[in-house]
């Protein structure tokens, strides 16, 4: 039988497989809070039956696996100790390092390495800074979707972010969106600059340049997922057409057993505690936080827990304040009498669908962002995190408490989160675009 016959016989087989199996490879560079949304739809797809690879840093290896999942590791490692943290976490420099001395200059790496990830893959879906994805798609011959995790993410001048670099500037909105226009071209011009590594690796394999990969360039034509819901940030007319939006992806994970009984007779020895947290990137530059954290908590009269990942625990802690090195979210947030945090998405999220009221401290990236948005949703306070002070962050914490508007609208909003069945959307989502990729295999094939 001549092999163009055989092509067309198997194309069919190879469509109904896709409506019952797929292989994806998951791809995320960043720290667990970059990880997790992926993980959770990971999860979930191959709960459906669907094969799963996860690519992202070597440091992550250990995590993903004992999870059960397959791995492959992808340069650069971008989970940076403490020092390098604090230097990629500055509001006004970071984003400039973070491109132009980590990213950029690894694209060659990148590529090779998720190159070797999607191996036999059938969909790949990446996160933000995989700016190699078209590339990669290309060369293994399969179509690829990026997910979004915060609206900031999608640039837009006509419900402008909080930049971290210049957040005055937000406060320009009130004069419609000419003025972030004309922030976003220059950003655009700046941003392609740093992109040179990137498009000169383009030139390499013949191609043109394309668009810059930080602003139009980073989102799949065919698909790019919104994965927060439209009350957080509702859809904008200047967002790709191509987008769809569901919902918050949660990755849960249980605490282990010896963490679980120690929250267990934290809870139960008393009223429901404030929860300090600043994720796991930020907690590596914490400085003093802590400290003043408890001494804040100490001064009302509350109970704490405090989450310090590798810090060492403030001293002479009273019993009514609980140092751990880390523990899942879900497993205390829903226990809180408010929750102070970072502004991390991962954060924003957990408190949302756990119906808590936050207080936020933003660092850096999409973290003043998204306590704003918590901010105007009337869920959260936020404060600045320079000039912190022990009697500042008890003040703002007893705004809180001591009202109940602000916790009747944090559960207000909870209702309106569906985990399983924005879930279900975003799975189908990513195979409704396999599916249509081996459809056109087919068509091309009959003809």
């Not at 039988?1 to 087989?13: G, S, Y």
């Not at 979004?148 to 006509?158: D, K, N, Q, R």
Request: hydrophobic share 45%; net charge neutral; glycine share 6%.
């Amino acid at each position: 039988m001549p092999r163009w016959r055989k092509t067309l016989a198997t194309v069919p087989d190879l469509v109904q497989r896709m409506h019952d199996f797929m292989r994806v490879a998951f791809a995320s560079l960043g720290s667990l809070g970059d990880l997790h949304p992926l993980l959770a739809v990971a999860r979930s797809a191959e709960n459906r039956g669907h094969d799963i690879v996860i690519a992202a840093s070597k440091g992550f290896k250990d995590y993903v696996t004992n999870l059960g999942l397959k791995f492959h590791p992808i340069r650069p490692d971008l989970e940076p100790a403490g020092d390098q943290t604090r230097w990629l976490s500055d509001p006004s420099k970071g984003p400039e390092r973070l491109l132009r001395e980590e990213v950029f200059p690894a694209v060659h790496e990148t590529c090779s390495d998720l190159v070797a990830a999607c191996s036999g893959a059938d969909l790949l879906v990446v996160g933000e800074l995989l700016y190699v994805a078209p590339l990669v798609a290309a060369k293994c011959g399969i179509p690829w979707v990026n997910a979004v995790l915060s609206p900031s993410s999608f640039l837009s001048a006509l419900d402008p972010c909080v930049l971290a670099p210049m957040p005055a500037f937000h406060h320009l909105r009130h004069f419609g969106p000419l003025p972030h226009r004309l922030l976003l071209a220059f950003g655009d011009r700046l941003t392609s600059r740093w992109a040179e590594p990137l498009f000169a690796f383009r030139r390499e394999l013949g191609l043109p340049p394309g668009p810059n990969p930080v602003f139009a360039g980073k989102h799949s034509p065919l698909r790019t997922l919104a994965l927060f819901p439209n009350f957080f940030s509702a859809p904008q007319s200047d967002w790709p057409p191509q987008v769809v939006q569901t919902g918050f992806p949660y990755f849960e994970q249980p605490p282990c057993a010896d963490t679980r009984r120690t929250i267990c007779n934290f809870l139960n020895a008393g009223p429901p505690p404030i929860v300090f947290t600043l994720g796991s990137s930020m907690v590596r530059i914490a400085d003093d936080f802590y400290d003043l954290a408890a001494r804040a908590t100490t001064t009302l009269g509350r109970r704490a827990i405090l989450l310090i990942g590798k810090n060492p625990a403030p001293g002479r802690l009273p019993e009514t304040i609980l140092s751990l090195d880390y523990a899942p979210l879900e497993s205390l947030f829903p226990h809180a009498a408010a929750v102070v945090h970072h502004g991390g998405i991962g954060s924003c999220a957990m408190a949302l669908r756990c119906g808590v009221p936050s207080l936020v401290i933003p660092f850096a990236y999409d973290q003043p962002d998204n306590a704003e948005r918590l901010r105007r949703l009337g869920v959260a306070l936020t404060m600045p995190r320079n000039g912190i002070s022990s009697e500042l962050l008890a003040g703002r914490l007893r705004r809180i408490l001591d009202g109940e508007r602000m916790r009747e609208e944090a559960l207000r909003l909870a209702t309106r989160i569906t985990p399983e069945e924005d879930m279900e959307q975003t799975v189908a989502a990513l195979e409704a675009v396999a599916q249509t990729r081996m459809s056109q295999l087919q068509a091309s094939a009959a003809t």
